[in-house]
């Protein structure tokens, strides 16, 4: 059974940083993309940042070019998204998910697998 598990959500000042983590177990990345979402209360999920399989390419939701960072480490099935600058509009649930592909999909229904979320919450 494949679980993925994220963390180091919170509550932050605008201004500030967090670096969520997401650990994936029953599966190993290494050919795989894997993503970032969101989802804000009365809000579509939506795309954040994605990185393919190799971690050379990397793509980013508009309102976050400049402030997020998406790494992975994927001899230990670990996915980061660095959060820098952050605004209350950043605030919202946090997802983790992991494509069956090589190549990054910005359509959450691209990804076969998904975590629990970790909530983000940022105060003016």
């Known amino acids: 059974q494949v679980q993925l598990v994220e963390s180091g959500g919170g509550l932050v000042q605008a201004g500030g940083s967090l670096r969520l983590s997401c650990g994936v177990s029953g599966r190993t990345i290494y050919s795989d993309a894997m993503g970032w979402f969101r989802q804000a209360p009365g809000k579509e999920r939506e795309f954040v940042a994605a990185?393919?399989?190799?971690?050379?390419?990397?793509d980013y939701n508009d309102s976050v070019k400049g402030r997020f960072t998406i790494s992975r480490d994927s001899p230990k099935n670990m996915v980061y998204l660095q959060m820098n600058s952050l605004r209350p509009e950043d605030t919202a649930n946090y997802y983790c998910a992991c494509r069956d592909s090589r190549e990054i999909s910005l359509d959450s229904m691209g990804y076969q697998y998904w975590g629990q979320g970790t909530q983000v919450t940022v105060s003016s």
């Open positions: 990185v393919d399989w190799s971690g050379h390419t990397t």
